[in-house]
């Protein structure tokens, strides 16, 4: 899912005495394969996933790591360990959740499994290595989401950040960590951006996987970018794993106008963020879904009502196994006319 | 010698274009069906629009929209090429500057879309599938065995239209099989089936949106008339049809031209120019894009697809 192999790699490499392979990247057979055996009517991330598992399998993976929580996702690897085992692969296959739950005890013991001097103390020295890394990758991500429409040299953000990354996985302990983070984080803000003050700003929201995972998006943020657009996401691995827990509480108050009850998933996280960029005057919201994703159409309807209220674009965007690039970009280029438009339009009403 | 410009709204059933002058006037215009094939679609329209064209206009802009405006526009040189929202609200607000509301319908897409002072603040349009669009429509005009074009009149000679489910073109084909056998009249059937298009529209786009005055009904299905009566009657208010109607797409575009011209003249001469285009899966990397390339006169023009920004010469080979 986009770089974030690259924690998992990390921390993998230093608790498991085994062979770390990089994943193989999600292309359009990654999909093809992963519909093939798929149920028709499960939601689009678990034909990627179960795509990029086969594909690895392939590459000669023999141990399989599926992690999930949340919605019905909580419950994929379970079947997804099902299909791959009946169509006569033979792999190990360690679920960090199952039947909805993790069960540190049941993974602790598959890990000794494989490894018979896996360490738990040592394991949780590197996690926390990990988590750190996963909040700077995120928080270096957010800032170059804002910038990266406005750099002036194509590829510098792009490529700085790869260095990084590069970087974090030869990672000793938190304090090289530490000084690598700080040595991009310098270098990164010293990239040159031609960034009006009164650019187009989009925030993006929606499903999880779908949001973070590039392909599966079809490069929507790498688009938006093109058009000189600012973007602000919310959804990130270090928000779903750590923040989400305490900010919601927060973000319920917020919208209790709205909502009583949580949705499931991150249904009500996304409520809360439309209403904080509603608050915050943005120029339009984009929210993102894979098809057949429940907790995301519960959402919507509400999302679209806070839009509403605020006088907010919202652009609704379900992405499936097959929809066509040039549909997307015809609604995006249609949204970009309008939000440009009717900012100029404000701006006049203002002057006058 | 007077200036005008041409647009050109390539969809997915019909091509149409539009030659209007300085004032927004509509010199003439012409549509035939797109058959699959944009290339010779555009390329027969424009043999008609030559022959059509009165010797004192010089065309001075060209603009493309619709689902091929890309392809056509870089056969055509055009100077503007956007998306078909943008095109249709420019067309619609040249003629009723008045208009709150856009409700079009095309051959594969629908769309809704919301003016506030002559400005889009919203727009919606369908997403997976073509359900409840002219396409569905002609594919069961086929099945009844009657002209797409007398499909209005037999609407609205029925005073009982059958129920069909509108959600889904699958469940609602089901449905009229279903009730033909059991032996509903042919226009009963025709008048639910334009009933279900509409009830489908209003429940898949307008979710949320407010449909007020003036609502501009348009694209291909809106010369339907049975759809016209049952919009009227489920929003209950007056719909306006243009007689131009199909043609709001090219219009805005031709305007759009208009208001982007350079001093560049076009002069049209493409009938015997060949173009090609050769569709291939690039290799180089895991991506795997799907690689367009257009040749004009067996000379690569273009390639579209790639998302690393390679760029591809004659060969499949990449040159970068």
Redesign the interface.
């Known amino acids: 899912m986009g770089n974030y192999y690259i924690p998992a790699k990390y921390l993998l490499s230093h608790i498991l005495d085994v062979n770390i392979l990089d994943p ?2 999600i ?3 990654t999909i093809e394969i992963g519909t093939k055996y798929s149920p028709e009517f499960v939601c689009t991330p678990f034909k990627y996933t179960l795509g990029t598992l086969i594909e690895n399998i392939e590459k000669k993976s023999n141990i399989l790591i599926q992690a999930g929580g949340g919605c019905k996702y909580g419950y994929y690897a379970e079947l997804q360990e099902k299909i791959i085992k009946d169509l006569g692969y033979d792999v190990i296959f360690i679920n960090l959740v199952s039947q909805g739950k993790t069960d540190f005890k049941k993974i602790y013991h598959e890990f000794k499994k494989i490894d018979k001097n896996f360490n738990i103390w040592s394991s949780l020295y590197y996690l926390f290595i990990t988590t750190k890394m996963i909040r700077y990758m995120d928080k270096i991500d957010n800032y170059i989401r804002h910038n990266i429409g406005f750099e002036i040299d194509k590829n510098d953000f792009k490529n700085t950040n790869q260095e990084m990354l590069n970087a974090f996985l030869k990672t000793k302990g938190f304090f090289d960590l530490f000084k690598i983070y700080k040595k991009y984080n310098k270098k990164i803000k010293k990239i040159k951006v031609n960034k009006p003050k009164e650019c187009l700003k989009v925030g993006i929201i929606g499903e999880l996987y779908t949001i973070m995972e590039p392909f599966s998006n079809y ?1 929507l943020e790498t688009e938006l970018a093109s058009m000189n657009i600012e973007i602000t996401r919310f959804t990130n691995v270090h928000y779903l794993l750590f923040e989400k827990k305490y900010k919601i509480k927060k973000e319920m108050k917020r919208i209790k106008k709205y909502i009583k009850y949580k949705m499931g998933a991150d249904a009500a996280d996304n409520i809360a963020h439309t209403k904080y960029l509603c608050d915050q005057k943005i120029d339009g919201i984009i929210h993102i879904k894979a ?1 057949f994703c429940t907790p995301e159409i519960g959402a919507m ?1 509400i999302i ?2 806070i839009a ?1 209220e605020h ?1 907010i ?1 919202v652009l ?1 965007f ?1 992405f ?1 196994a097959n ?1 066509s690039e ?2 997307i970009k ?2 995006l ?2 949204f970009h ?2 939000i440009e ?2 900012k100029k ?1 404000e701006k006049l009403l203002s002057r006058n | 010698m007077k200036n005008c410009y041409l647009g050109i709204d390539i969809g997915s059933i019909s091509t149409k274009a539009v030659i209007i002058d300085d004032e927004n006037k509509i010199i003439l215009s012409t549509y035939i069906w797109t058959e699959g094939n944009p290339i010779s679609s555009t390329k027969n329209l424009i043999k008609k629009i030559k022959g059509k064209l009165p010797n004192q206009y010089i065309i001075k802009g060209i603009g493309t929209t619709g689902s091929a405006r890309k392809l056509i526009g870089l056969m055509l040189d055009a100077n503007v090429i956007k998306n078909e929202i943008t095109a249709h609200a420019i067309g619609t607000l040249s003629i009723y500057p008045d208009t709150k509301t856009i409700l079009e319908i095309g051959g594969q897409d629908s769309k809704i879309i919301i003016i506030n002072n002559e400005v889009i603040t919203d727009y919606s349009m369908n997403t997976l599938c073509a359900a409840g669009t002219g396409a569905f429509l002609s594919s069961q005009a086929e099945r009844l065995k009657i002209n797409i074009e007398d499909f209005g009149k037999y609407a609205i000679s029925s005073n009982n239209p059958v129920k069909i489910a509108a959600r889904c073109t699958v469940f609602a084909e089901s449905d009229l099989i279903h009730k033909a056998q059991m032996g509903y009249n042919k226009e009963d059937i025709i008048a639910g089936l334009c009933k279900s298009i509409v009830l489908n529209y209003l429940n898949n786009l307008s979710k949320g949106k407010k449909i007020e005055q003036r609502i501009v009904f348009q694209g291909g299905v809106s010369k339907n008339i049975g759809v016209i009566k049952y919009f009227n009657e489920i929003l209950k208010t007056q719909v306006t049809v243009d007689e131009n109607s199909h043609l709001m797409g090219a219009l805005g575009i031709a305007i759009l031209a208009k208001q982007n011209k350079t001093n560049k003249i076009y002069n049209l001469d493409l009938l015997n120019v060949k173009f090609e285009t050769k569709g291939f899966e690039c290799n180089k990397c895991s991506n795997n894009c799907e690689i367009i390339k257009i040749y004009k006169e067996n000379k690569l023009i273009d390639a579209w697809g790639s998302r690393c920004g390679r760029t591809f010469n004659d060969e499949n080979n990449v040159k970068s």
Do not use: I, L, W
């Open positions: 193989v990247k292309t359009s057979k490069f098809s309807p679209n009502k509403k006088d674009p609704f379900t499936d929809t040039v549909g015809t609604r280029e249609a006319d309008m438009r009717r339009n």
